[in-house]
């Protein structure tokens, strides 16, 4: 048997939820992990600086005795640079989602428009806070990504000094773009490394794996393994475990989410062993 040490794993994408769900779960994150990047897509979502300390204490609450950083974020929407300046010690990064794309987005983004959106991305590239997307069109399921890329592209073009992280990567398009500019980041979940859309609709359906985005081709899970577990600075993990109640999940009409917190690091240990990378794994996940 073979011991490892890890410092300082961080899950930089996660979904802690509120109330009892998240006094259920916020200890299964808390027992592996040092910090997690929290989501703040609640209903409402977390927009002010007054919700964003509440929900913090909330989460700390919810931990007891365990050491575990919260990192959190903010809900995008058009923010005043004075009131990002107010904010800014108290969250690590904002979350940008196209409205409707996903789980509680529904007041999101409607037009990604690097016009219109300026006033705030500037005052965060000024200020280093950096930005979080959730990269979708709500084009065909399985194009959706990819039909995305071009927004990253224009953004990162458009804000050289914005940090820009694709949130859960799922396929080789993303793997590549996340290579070409330097201001653009990737998180990559636990799951996207494991499976492929056959094992979520290939045989009986498997709601529990159901996300968006969706997982994809098997030659999109090879280039995210790939890219994982060569060490590159680029891409770190970021679990986006997002629970939801079994009666949400088990029905007609599955809400999207997988939730993975409890097994994650382990789960990933075996998948960095399985491709000889053991020695990278403290890279991806801190
Ligand atoms: C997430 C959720 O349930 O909050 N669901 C998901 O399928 N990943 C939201 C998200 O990150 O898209
Ligand atoms: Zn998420």
Redesign the pocket.
């Known amino acids: 048997m073979q011991t490892i040490t890890l410092n300082n794993p961080l899950d930089m994408?996660l979904?802690l939820r509120d109330d009892n769900m998240l006094k259920l779960i916020a200890p299964l994150s808390s027992k592996d992990f040092s910090g997690a990047l929290i989501?703040p897509?609640l209903v409402p979502p977390i927009s002010t600086k007054d919700e964003v300390i509440a929900y913090k204490k909330r989460i700390l609450d919810a931990i007891g005795y365990d050491t575990f950083n919260p990192m959190m974020t903010l809900f995008f929407k058009p923010y005043s640079k004075e009131f990002l300046q107010s904010v800014k010690d108290e969250i690590s990064a904002i979350k940008l989602?196209p409205a409707g794309?996903?789980?509680?987005?529904e007041g999101g983004v409607e037009t990604i428009d690097t016009v219109a959106l300026a006033p705030t991305l500037n005052a965060m590239s000024e200020l280093n806070i950096p930005l979080c997307i959730?990269g979708e069109t709500n084009g065909f399921v399985m194009d959706r990504e990819t039909e995305f890329m071009s927004v990253y592209e224009e953004l990162a073009i458009a804000f050289p000094k914005l940090k820009i992280i694709m949130?859960?990567i799922t396929t080789k398009d993303a793997v590549k773009m996340v290579q070409k500019y330097d201001n653009l980041y990737a998180t990559i979940?636990v799951q996207h490394l494991l499976i492929t859309l056959d094992d979520v609709a290939g045989g009986m359906l498997q709601p529990h794996l159901?996300?968006?985005?969706i997982a994809k081709r098997y030659e999109d899970r090879e280039a995210l393994v790939k890219i994982a577990t060569s060490g590159n600075e680029k891409v770190m993990f970021g679990s986006?475990s997002?629970?939801?109640p079994k009666s949400m999940k088990e029905n007609c009409g599955c809400?999207?989410?997988?939730f993975t917190a409890p097994i994650s690091l382990q789960v990933l240990t075996q998948l960095f062993e399985k491709n000889n990378a053991l020695d990278k794994l403290q890279r991806f996940i801190s």
């Not at 159901?210 to 985005?213: A, E, G, M, R, V």
């Open positions: 994408h979904h989501m897509n989602y794309i996903t789980t509680n987005s959730h949130e859960h979940t159901f996300c968006k985005p986006d997002a629970p939801h809400a999207a989410g997988v």
